[in-house]
């Protein structure tokens, strides 16, 4: 079974950045990939973006394309999303999933494993 374990997570001000970790167990087959999530309270979970391990090919949300970037180290066996001019509104709880294909991941429709989430509270 594959593990994902994230990290990084914070307070942070408005403006500024934070740069999650996504620690994954094990890897598969080069299509295999690897998304961020988002959940706020009272709020439905979001997907931000995902690559895979391959050739690193990425797809993100529009809420957060230009803002987060999403890049992996396969030497790691790690995925990072770094998030520059944090605002309020991205404060959530922020989970790393994985599954077969950076498509399936996107739609939350073929999502084989989750870790359990850090914090990051964005300060006005």
């Known amino acids: 079974q594959v593990q994902l374990v994230e990290s990084g997570g914070g307070l942070v001000q408005a403006g500024g950045s934070l740069r999650l970790s996504c620690a994954v167990s094990?890897?598969?087959?080069?299509?295999?990939?690897v998304g961020w999530f988002r959940q706020a309270p009272g709020r439905e979970r979001e997907f931000l973006a995902a690559?895979?391990?391959?050739?690193?090919?990425?797809t993100y949300s529009d809420s957060v394309k230009g803002r987060f970037t999403i890049s992996r180290d396969n030497a790691k066996n790690t995925v990072y999303l770094q998030m520059n001019g944090l605002k309020p509104e991205d404060t959530a709880v922020y989970y790393c999933a994985s599954g077969p294909t950076r498509s399936g991941v996107a739609s939350g429709a073929k999502i084989d494993y989750w870790g359990q989430g850090t914090q990051v509270t964005v300060s006005s």
């Open positions: 690559i895979t391990w391959g050739v690193g090919i990425t």
């Open positions: 094990e890897r598969t087959t080069s299509s295999y990939a």
